[in-house]
């Protein structure tokens, strides 16, 4: 069975400091994998998503991810982040040939500091 | 721009009572999700549509139904409310082209049964 597992469920940051979220996955066959972001009030949004091809994936609001199949992740870095970007964001799984049944993680809340 | 609409934004029901959660949207996808998210757990999928009037179970369809009449329409039905239905529910769209299509989430429903 597939299954996400984000290492963090919370990080504090200060404005313009770089962050790294965290995500690893299970699964015994080909995946595809996607960041989602939820900010408050609001239903999830995509940021970005690995199908095949470079594993350096770039996303909206200036994030990328970089998939590393060895070690079964798929994690989430930002140079620099804004107040703007505190929100929570979910890691998530589906199967290549399935019908987008997504896996998701149990997220992770980016708090950004002044 | 693809537009998931749920009915509702926040409930509150009682124990015992039927529920009905709509979801709308206005792209012509073919499938349709129900979730529920709760802290800690992340996004849980509870059923899934891939047409007019087919249904999948997800991973906790326990306590819950679905219909689906029309493509555009898809409804989450609590029989009999209980306490720990008590939850966000998230409906999503996407189209059965490519398996890989985002999903599009709607704002969501807050579900408080007392």
């Known amino acids: 069975a597939q299954s996400v597992t984000q290492l963090d469920s919370q990080v504090p940051v200060f404005e313009e400091a770089p962050v790294e979220l965290r995500c690893n996955y299970s699964?015994?066959?080909?995946?595809?994998l996607f960041w989602y972001v939820q900010y408050p009030n609001q239903g999830l949004q995509l940021l970005l998503k690995?199908?095949?091809?470079?594993?350096l994936v770039k996303g909206i609001n200036g994030f990328e991810a970089e998939f590393n199949k060895s070690q079964t992740s798929f994690h989430l870095r930002k140079p620099s982040v804004h107040i703007s970007d505190t929100a929570e964001y979910f890691c998530a799984v589906s199967l290549s040939g399935g019908y987008n049944k997504l896996i998701f993680g149990a997220g992770t809340r980016l708090a950004v500091h002044p | 721009d693809v537009k998931v609409t749920q009915s509702s934004r926040y409930l509150v029901k009682r124990t015992g009572e039927k529920v009905f959660l709509e979801c709308v949207q206005d792209m012509d996808h073919e499938n349709m999700f129900w979730y529920r998210q709760d802290p800690g757990l992340g996004l849980r999928l509870i059923y899934f549509s891939y047409d007019v009037k087919m249904k999948e179970k997800g991973d906790i369809p326990e306590g819950y139904s679905v219909s689906r009449e029309k493509k555009e329409r898809f409804s989450l039905i609590l029989e009999s409310a209980s306490t720990n239905q008590t939850s966000m529910y998230l409906c999503?769209?996407?189209?059965?082209?490519?398996?890989?299509?985002?999903?599009?989430f709607g704002n969501g429903t807050r579900l408080t049964v007392t």
């Open positions: 699964s015994s066959v080909s995946v595809y």
């Open positions: 999503a769209s996407s189209p059965q082209q490519g398996y890989n299509s985002p999903l599009h």
């Open positions: 690995y199908l095949s091809g470079s594993t």
